[in-house]
């Protein structure tokens, strides 16, 4: 080939891009093409002098970082920083607006028209084709939403829509019409997505909740492609709008980054705090452990063991911890229900009848019990020599002060006569006398309850951090971390 036509074959480009130039076509960049998350914000390491690192202790087990199945407030602690919802809590459990920039509400208070804040982006994430986040979309709401109804997930959620104009129709024929053809609502019809931007919701009857309930984790925002892409989708890659984005979770810790998608406008703060490590432990002791050998800088909320260990009996720091740890105690409460199966096929007229004359005050723990005879069988004879079973199973559950409660009920209330032991299962069947279940005082008064349960324990959430983390302030919402105004003080933490 002669070099004339190689100098040709090589400005050819060039040429075209001039022609480009100089035409009078319109080029239109496409509004939902994805973007570049880095910024210079990601390059930040452990060994930059600003860079700050927290590690958090959790006392329930993150195994699905899916908000629809979010069982336990470890799990919600961890997903709201992932995630945003259209509204959040504030620290006096009031709405703020977080996906939201405009809120009109009808006079008769029945509809509500959002506008969302422009040119938010989710997170970069192997959900989207190209890797990188796209541009929030109304569609994403309405989607999530109507999500929340079908028959694959947790009914969590679903009480918290149920006023929905819509909803409860749509609700129940996904979860009791199973042939699909049959089926013939394709979504709520009070949630309308009015354009890109904006989306309105149309309530049954008034409701002064209703922004709170869209406050719930449980509502969080995500993409479709992050359910529908990938064989576990969001259990195990969670992809949100939050401030902080998802890195890894493997050994019992979870680790998340400040997130690098700028979306800095329309953001009222941005946190200081660049990467958040989650850590789990097999036990209470060991979770303390690591905390006193400085692993961990906070666990935000104590288990049973801990709070008895480093909580005297007027709720204060014990006077050995004064130097070493702040203790903050949340305006929220944990609740733990324990249930006496009355469908079980052991024999529980022993049971019930230990239990109702039982002196609850025995079961020492932070917090106050309450008692509801009608959670027990009625007893069909008046005979005081009926006979135990000598072993009654309870449904497996992770909830620390549950195993706490039974543990206490078992050694003094049931032995000698009888024992607990926990089934691997985790629902109730006929073979269980117990089954718990763990609530919070935001979700509990939204979520219905069929069965009444014999014991609740309403727990106070105790926090414990190291004197070097500032910030920590107490909140009237059960899972949130106020992650803003938190500050690591390195320094510090080297020193001690």
Same mark, same amino acid.
């Given at each position: 080939?002669?070099?004339?036509?190689?100098?040709?074959?090589?400005?050819?480009?060039?040429?075209?891009? &001039?022609?480009?130039?100089?035409?009078?076509?319109?080029?239109?960049?496409?509004?939902?093409?994805?973007?570049?998350?880095?910024?210079?914000?990601?390059?930040?390491?452990?060994?930059?002098?600003?860079? =700050?690192?927290?590690?958090?202790?959790?006392?329930?087990?993150?195994?699905?970082?899916?908000?629809?199945?979010?069982?336990?407030?470890?799990?919600?602690?961890?997903?709201?920083?992932?995630?945003?919802?259209?509204?959040?809590? +504030?620290?006096?459990?009031?709405?703020?607006?977080?996906?939201?920039?405009?809120?009109?509400?009808s006079e008769n208070g029945r509809?509500?028209?959002?506008? &969302?804040?422009?040119?938010?982006?989710?997170?970069?994430?192997?959900?989207?084709?190209?890797?990188?986040?796209?541009?929030?979309?109304?569609?994403?709401?309405?989607?999530?939403?109507?999500?929340?109804?079908?028959?694959?997930?947790?009914?969590?959620?679903?009480?918290?829509?149920?006023?929905?104009?819509?909803?409860?129709?749509?609700?129940?024929?996904?979860?009791?019409?199973?042939?699909?053809?049959?089926?013939?609502?394709?979504?709520?019809?009070?949630?309308?997505?009015?354009?890109?931007?904006?989306?309105?919701?149309?309530? +049954? *009857?008034?409701?002064?909740?209703?922004?709170?309930?869209?406050?719930?984790?449980?509502?969080?925002?995500?993409?479709?492609?992050?359910?529908?892409?990938?064989? !576990?989708?969001?259990?195990? %890659?969670?992809?949100?709008?939050?401030?902080?984005?998802?890195?890894?979770?493997?050994?019992?810790?979870?680790?998340?980054?400040?997130?690098?998608?700028?979306?800095?406008?329309?953001?009222?703060?941005?946190?200081?705090?660049?990467?958040?490590?989650?850590?789990?432990?097999?036990?209470?002791?060991?979770?303390? =452990?690591?905390?006193? *050998?400085?692993?961990?800088?906070?666990?935000?909320?104590l288990g049973p063991q801990i709070? +008895?260990?480093?909580?005297?009996?007027?709720?204060?720091?014990?006077?050995?911890?004064?130097?070493?740890?702040?203790?903050?105690? =949340?305006?929220?409460?944990?609740?733990?229900?324990?249930?006496?199966?009355?469908?079980?096929?052991? =024999?529980?007229?022993?049971?019930?009848?230990?239990?109702?004359?039982?002196?609850?005050?025995?079961?020492?723990?932070?917090?106050?019990?309450?008692?509801?005879?009608?959670?027990?069988?009625?007893?069909?004879?008046?005979?005081?020599?009926?006979?135990?079973?000598?072993?009654?199973?309870?449904?497996?559950?992770?909830?620390? %002060?549950?195993?706490?409660?039974?543990?206490?009920? +078992?050694?003094?209330?049931?032995?000698?006569?009888?024992?607990?032991?926990?089934?691997?299962?985790?629902?109730?069947?006929?073979?269980?006398?117990?089954?718990?279940?763990?609530?919070?005082?935001?979700?509990?008064?939204?979520?219905?309850?069929?069965?009444?349960?014999? !014991?609740?324990?309403?727990?106070?959430?105790?926090?414990?951090?190291?004197?070097?983390?500032?910030?920590?302030?107490?909140?009237?919402?059960?899972?949130?971390?106020?992650?803003?105004?938190?500050?690591?003080?390195?320094?510090?933490?080297?020193?001690?």
């Open positions: 080939m002669s070099k004339k036509i190689r100098t040709l074959l090589l400005l050819m480009p060039l040429l075209l891009l &001039l022609k480009a130039c100089g035409t009078t076509d319109t080029v239109t960049v496409v509004a939902d093409a994805p973007r570049s998350g880095v910024t210079e914000r990601d390059t930040l390491d452990d060994d930059d002098e600003h860079f =700050q690192h927290l590690r958090i202790g959790i006392i329930d087990p993150v195994t699905n970082f899916d908000p629809l199945f979010a069982d336990n407030l470890s799990t919600m602690r961890v997903i709201s920083l992932i995630y945003d919802g259209l509204f959040t809590l +504030n620290r006096e459990g009031e709405p703020d607006a977080s996906l939201v920039s405009e809120v009109e509400i509809e509500y028209l959002f506008k &969302l804040k422009p040119d938010l982006y989710y997170h970069d994430s192997r959900a989207f084709m190209a890797g990188v986040g796209r541009r929030l979309h109304a569609n994403d709401i309405k989607w999530a939403f109507e999500r929340t109804a079908h028959s694959n997930v947790p009914q969590y959620a679903s009480a918290l829509l149920m006023n929905v104009e819509g909803y409860r129709n749509y609700f129940l024929e996904q979860r009791e019409v199973f042939d699909r053809s049959k089926r013939v609502l394709e979504g709520v019809s009070g949630i309308e997505v009015i354009d890109r931007e904006t989306i309105r919701f149309r309530l +049954n *009857r008034e409701d002064p909740d209703f922004l709170k309930k869209l406050s719930s984790p449980y509502l969080s925002v995500y993409p479709r492609e992050g359910v529908e892409r990938g064989e !576990l989708g969001l259990k195990s %890659t969670p992809v949100g709008t939050g401030h902080y984005q998802f890195r890894s979770a493997e050994e019992g810790t979870i680790i998340l980054s400040l997130n690098g998608s700028e979306n800095a406008n329309n953001r009222s703060a941005r946190p200081e705090v660049n990467r958040i490590d989650f850590i789990h432990a097999s036990n209470e002791g060991e979770l303390f =452990q690591k905390f006193n *050998r400085h692993e961990i800088d906070w666990i935000p909320e709070s +008895n260990q480093v909580i005297s009996s007027d709720e204060s720091l014990v006077s050995a911890y004064h130097n070493q740890f702040t203790l903050v105690k =949340q305006e929220a409460q944990r609740l733990t229900s324990i249930f006496l199966n009355k469908n079980s096929t052991a =024999q529980t007229e022993w049971l019930a009848k230990r239990l109702s004359e039982a002196g609850i005050d025995e079961i020492d723990i932070h917090g106050s019990i309450s008692v509801d005879p009608d959670g027990l069988p009625a007893l069909e004879t008046e005979e005081t020599d009926l006979q135990p079973d000598s072993e009654y199973f309870i449904s497996f559950t992770d909830n620390l %002060t549950a195993r706490y409660a039974l543990s206490i009920m +078992n050694s003094q209330l049931l032995e000698p006569d009888a024992s607990l032991a926990f089934f691997d299962i985790r629902i109730s069947t006929p073979e269980t006398s117990f089954f718990t279940s763990v609530s919070d005082s935001f979700h509990h008064s939204y979520q219905s309850k069929p069965d009444i349960p014999w !014991l609740t324990i309403f727990t106070p959430i105790f926090g414990l951090n190291h004197t070097y983390i500032r910030g920590i302030e107490p909140t009237m919402v059960p899972w949130k971390i106020h992650i803003e105004p938190i500050r690591v003080q390195d320094s510090e933490r080297r020193e001690s």
